[in-house]
């Protein structure tokens, strides 16, 4: 089994803005964006699945990549900021800011989720996925989540996950060698 781990592509909303599960329009570069993605993807179409996060700047990624039949499932969200949606960073309080930063794996934002709760709900979508394989899996996402299940993948604590740079637009590769994941690229 092959599973690609998608990235929607950019968005249009200002530079500085908090957002996780609102959801955001799509840049105007999104056809040429989407294209380039559509370049990267080796796409069989027989014996393949597609996932989604519902929001529609993953939703239409994938349905531009006519990823069908695609399946919408809530546990591919961004991770929820709760209150602090679409605040600019500087305009959160720099102490409930500092109390979350210092440990975020654990801590839940105000009226939203920690990464921990994120890394639940991914953990919990991957190990479905890997009870019903397929040759290809296709899964449109966000790049935190796309972390966790890179974290769980691998093994490593949640907290270093967030050196992994992920692009806008980018794919990561897992294949499945005698049921042992192999990440064969990421941010590609």
Known sequence: MEVYLIRHTRLDI???????????????????????VRSKLSLDLDGYRAYSSPLSRCRRLAEHLQLTPLTLDPRLMELHFGDWELKAWDDISPGSLRSWTADFVEQRCPGGESYRDQFDRGVAFWQELCQTPADQVFVVTHAGLIRTLLAYVLDTPLDKSLRLSLDYGSVT????????PIIDYINR
């Open 173 to 180: 590769k897992i294949r499945f060698r005698q049921d042992v």
């Open 14 to 36: 200002e530079p500085g803005i908090c957002y996780g599960q609102t959801d955001i329009p799509i840049a105007e570069s999104f056809l040429q964006e989407a294209e380039m």
